[in-house]
């Protein structure tokens, strides 16, 4: 069988109403309860497959699914997908044995010839128990995010370690993962990037420059973590909105709705003003406010990829990004497809986006040239092709042989 036409079981965090369209009434009446727990860059790489005909598996944890509770498996032609429960809090305490349990189970019954586990907790340590041949996906630096989170992070930090002590078969999303995942398993590692969210595009000149008739509405998807760096980016936009009074900044994510953890802060600080806190949206929602916002703001200080950053490009809308951020930085060429600036000062923040709001035919520019950048990086054949030939690798029989080799 063609790598390309192999049934593949993704595993990961996912977005069900993502692909519940794909089912009967009667199923999406049955999913609707279970939305799932993100993973954007997962959800892209699924609905590519799909788009493209390639038989496909998905298997997701959803804490809204009780412990106790029978996995939820629904099929239809190509697809089958498969909720699992997951505990909504302390699944780190016993390195997620109750998920690895479910997910274990669940990867029983596939019938895929390749499992593909996206990041290096729950769902790679399930694909490694199964024993069947497995791609893990690493979306993250567990160091960079403990030195951030510290120590509540540590039981992740310390699965990903275990992950790369019993695992060999990585990719990665952007040259820094793939030299963090290289210096832990002494090999290197393939970088595939995230597909962009759609097919690829006809490319024509945006219709309509950003910021015209003196409108501005700046978009961020994000969360309330300290690396995504809303707090100092809600400083920086009141800085900005003094020059641009109607300016709007509309908010995606969880805990940035207009009942959590962003809202209630920026209250306490005097920072709501213009802010509109959407929280955590369908991704089909979030999609349509990207094609319809004036310009992308993606302030995060650590990244490994930066997803809202390629869906910005995607929709040829200018970005703006922290040059710290180093999967933003893979992402954007300073100037020339975006612009990066220092996400620790929000003056500097503000400055940028007075910059980009007072010269809309230069943004205009940029935004079309990163459009151009990223079809040629990240259009969804060319990522699939990429993964394709991992799968081919991974279950070849020669691979198989070699394996054998190195037991006896």
């Known amino acids: 069988m063609p790598a390309s036409d192999q049934t593949v079981c993704l595993l ?8 519940s369209g794909r089912f009967d009434r009667a199923t999406r009446d049955r999913l609707r309860p279970l939305p799932g727990t993100g993973g954007s860059g997962l959800v892209a790489l699924a609905q590519a497959r799909l788009n493209a005909g390639l038989p496909t598996e998905i298997i997701t944890l959803d804490p809204r699914l009780a412990v106790t509770e029978q996995p939820v498996v629904c099929q239809t032609e190509g697809l089958k997908y498969t909720i699992c429960p997951r505990r909504p809090r302390h699944v780190v305490r016993d390195f997620f044995r109750h998920e690895r ?8 019954n596939t019938r895929a010839s390749c499992l593909h586990a996206h990041w290096t907790y729950e769902y790679a340590l399930a694909a490694i128990d199964s024993g069947l041949p497995s791609l893990v996906t690493v979306r993250d630096n567990a160091g ?3 030195q951030h ?16 002590q019993r695992h060999r078969d990585f990719s990665a999303v952007s040259p820094p993962v793939a030299e963090y995942v290289a210096r832990h398993v002494r090999r290197p590692v393939p970088v595939i990037g995230n597909p962009m969210p759609f097919p690829r595009p006809a490319l024509q000149p945006i219709g309509q420059h950003p910021f015209s008739d003196g409108r501005c509405v700046i978009l961020s998807a994000a969360s309330w973590a300290h690396f995504k760096n809303i707090r100092r ?9 003094q020059n641009a009074p109607g300016a709007i900044y509309r908010l995606f994510g969880p805990d940035l709705g207009s009942n959590g953890d962003a809202a209630r802060w920026a209250k306490r600080h005097g920072l709501e003003a213009g802010v509109e806190f959407r929280g955590l949206r369908p991704h089909t929602e979030l999609l349509e406010n990207f094609r319809d916002c004036d310009l992308v703001w993606h302030p995060s200080i650590e990244e490994s990829f930066g997803n809202p950053v390629l869906e910005a490009l995607s929709f040829a809308k200018p970005i703006l990004a922290s ?4 999967g933003s930085c893979w992402l954007i060429e300073h100037n020339r497809t975006g612009i990066l600036t220092d996400g620790t000062s929000p003056a500097a923040m503000a400055s940028a986006l007075l910059d980009l709001y007072r010269h809309p035919d230069r943004t205009a520019e940029l935004a079309n040239q990163g459009q151009r950048s990223v079809v040629s990086r990240f259009a969804p054949d060319t990522i699939l092709a990429a993964y394709a030939k ?4 991974i279950t070849s029989p020669n691979k198989a042989l070699n394996n054998i080799n190195k037991l006896i």
């Open 101 to 108: 349990r479910h997910l274990s189970n669940a990867i029983a």
């Open 12 to 19: 990961g965090p996912f977005r069900t109403e993502s692909i």
């Open 144 to 146: 960079h995010i403990l």
């Open 233 to 241: 980016a809600l400083q920086a936009f009141v800085v900005f909105r």
């Open 149 to 164: 989170e510290g120590l509540r992070f540590l039981g992740h930090y310390l699965a990903a370690r275990i992950v790369f």
């Open 323 to 326: 040059r710290q951020a180093a």
């Open 390 to 393: 991992e799968y081919l690798r």
